[in-house]
């Protein structure tokens, strides 16, 4: 139907799918809608194909606008995606006696109210260990000691492709002062199972528990080689 009228508009908006439905409503024959249905459908898949219409074997060659355009190949129009922006994170694992510590969001941020692991974005040029330490500071008021990466999952929010890596920290000095958060507290690692969280701190939680309900042991030699998802 784009190529028939040369529609100018992008197909994937609210406007395309209205107009073009109303375009297919005025075509259709009433006294045999299912036939008319069926050839359309067959017209799509043998020859009006999406990359290279082969517009010489069409019935509606003589009436179709694109083909009259000289250039069907450009029709339907679609927004060209934007580009994924690359953004690397690092988050810290506090644990003691069991527990892990978990910091609340703010409300009024991205996944606000969700428990999750203390994490920031690096700087442009910052090594995500560095960052690491530098979440522990900001976020904690702590200086901490991190080993090697524990873990690294990839995920897409927006327009952001975004590689969190999670570091175990070793040791720390101080007391935790929240910064950022407008909450945090150390939890059962099981209990962070059923707090609200997104689906990449899920995903850390469930590798935690070594993915069947029990928490993992996290040792120097798995430090060595960061698993990833």
Not at 17 to 23: G, I, S, V
Request: proline residues 7%; glycine residues 8%.
């Amino acid at each position: 139907l784009s190529r028939f009228y040369a529609y100018d508009v992008d197909v994937s908006t609210t406007q395309a799918k209205r107009e073009l439905k109303e375009y297919a409503t005025d075509l259709l024959d009433p006294r045999s809608p299912g036939d008319f249905n069926q050839a359309m459908m067959e017209l799509g898949a043998l020859v009006c194909l999406p990359g290279n219409p082969n517009c010489g074997a069409c019935p509606w060659m003589e009436r179709c606008a694109a083909w009259k355009s000289g250039d069907p190949g450009s029709y339907p129009v679609k927004a060209r995606k934007p580009e994924l922006e690359p953004v690397r994170e690092a988050a810290i694992l506090l644990q003691q006696e069991g527990l892990v510590y978990l910091v609340k969001r703010p409300e009024n941020v991205s996944f606000g109210g969700m428990w999750e692991l203390p994490r920031v974005r690096c700087g442009e040029e910052e090594e995500s260990l560095d960052a690491a330490t530098r979440a522990g500071r900001e976020l904690l008021g702590l200086e901490v000691r991190v080993g090697s990466p524990i873990k690294r999952i990839k995920h897409t929010v927006m327009r952001n492709r975004i590689t969190l890596t999670v570091y175990k920290v070793r040791s720390w000095v101080g007391d935790v002062a929240l910064g950022f958060h407008e909450d945090g507290d150390w939890f059962p690692l099981e209990d962070w199972e059923h707090l609200p969280k997104s689906t990449t701190q899920a995903k850390i939680c469930h590798f935690l528990l070594g993915g069947g309900g029990e928490a993992k042991s996290v040792t120097p030699a798995d430090d060595d080689q960061p698993t990833f998802l």
